[in-house]
């Protein structure tokens, strides 16, 4: 009788294992298709030279996405900007918020009623990224963190961020708020070069504030690459882990942007190869693109009026330069005319935008638009290309994974009609500065449509060699 009771318990210990062991299975399996759904963001980059702000590579930057963290240069170049101007002190204390106090994580966990200076909450907001002291600071500036965020908007505004809209301080997901990689690039270049001695701030590995040691989230890329100095990282489930970063070696800086990697050291390995292409690409020497002086201050939503932020939408589209006004009343005049705007265009160098409208009734839409006479030289000479092609290939690019260049592979295509048709493409490993990675091959072509294509594809930002290997 013992030993059937044992052999019982042993039955039902067994079943309770096995369902344990099944729960654990289908949670982890749920947990991997959540991850698997989540790691699916939108990926932008940007790449410019930071003396003069020019373009050097990008992809996507223009698309509007969350910012998640990056959004702390903001508040911490306001926050710089009312030091400047003496209206606040870094040694004086600021009473957090109950608002400020119920933000999550990322924190320094600040408790309501508790008086931190804003030295302390600028480093908590640089260096830790805690979004509790981003939202003191804000509230400390303006009053409330609502109001904060349009001083923010309208500051972008100012600097020339056309695409940014915030809604907070911090860059927790909103609906509305959401910037481009190409004006986190113009905000960085204000940080680095409007603010030099907190700039600095950005590159430390670590901090004290408040008692105890803060770790930069952005000390493994800092460590990684030579020249880095800064800037912010940043991460939430819908926008995938962000970076602004900047490196600076000799004479050149140059500032990168990373929207939407899936992880910490894909979003490293991306900077890497977009910081190398900047440099590879930057001038030794160039004039420096000075800023315009901003004149800001937090009462400025005041000035401008409860609903200033609905006039920040685009300006519409200018109308044509040139409009010719044909009158249909006599005789073959406007055959006359067409005969003569296609013979203007034929012998132009410059885009030539006509509107035909006549007499007594509205603007109408343009009927003829007209490129340049040189962007037709490929219709002329398709013949002489076909008898024309060599062994000349094309190498495109720079990639540190295989799955990058390939991304880029169908973008790369479209960007000039002659790599569209009968040409092969793929990826090969090749040497780049001394260093191993990926490339993208379009082979065969002739000369005259490769030089087209690679100028075509170098204007975008991007790599690109001829081989006649």
Known sequence: MLMVRFLRFLII??????????????????????????????????????????FLYGKNYRKRLHPASLTKMMTLYLTFNELKNDRIELDELVTISSNASNEPPSKLGLKKGQKVSVRNLIRGAAIRSANDAATALGEFISGSENKFADYMTLTAREMGMKDTIFQNAHGLTSSKHLSTPRD????????????????????????????????????????????????????????????????????????????????????????????????????????????????????????????????????????PKFIIDLTPNKENILGDQINELISEVNNSSDHIYKTVQFSRRPLIRPLFVFETKKSYDHVRNVEDEKTNIETISIIVGFYYNKYNAEQDLPSILLSDSSLSDKVNAEVIKDVYMKKQGFRINIYPLSKKSALRACEKIKASGELCEISDK
């Open 184 to 319: 986190m690039a113009i905000l960085a270049r204000r940080l680095i070069y409007d603010f030099p001695e907190y700039y600095n701030l950005f590159g430390r590995i670590s901090v004290n504030a408040i008692g105890r040691t803060l770790y930069n989230t952005n000390r493994k890329f800092l460590s990684l690459y030579s020249g880095s100095d800064g800037i912010k990282t940043g991460f939430t489930s819908s926008a995938g882990f962000n970076l602004a970063a900047s490196a600076k070696r000799g004479n050149k800086r140059i500032i990168g942007i990373v929207f939407g990697s899936s992880s910490v050291s894909l979003r490293n390995k991306r900077m890497v190869e977009l910081l190398d292409i900047g440099f590879a690409n930057s001038k030794q020497t160039v004039a420096f693109n000075n800023l315009k002086k901003l004149f800001l201050h937090p009462n400025i939503i005041n000035r401008s009026g409860k609903n200033s932020l609905l006039k920040l939408s685009k300006k519409p589209l200018k109308r």
């Open 13 to 54: 210990q067994k079943k309770k294992i096995l369902f344990n062991y099944i729960f654990i299975f289908f949670v982890t399996l749920g947990y991997a298709s959540t991850i698997q759904f989540s790691m699916a963001f939108e990926f932008a980059t940007y790449v410019i030279d930071a003396r003069s702000g020019e």
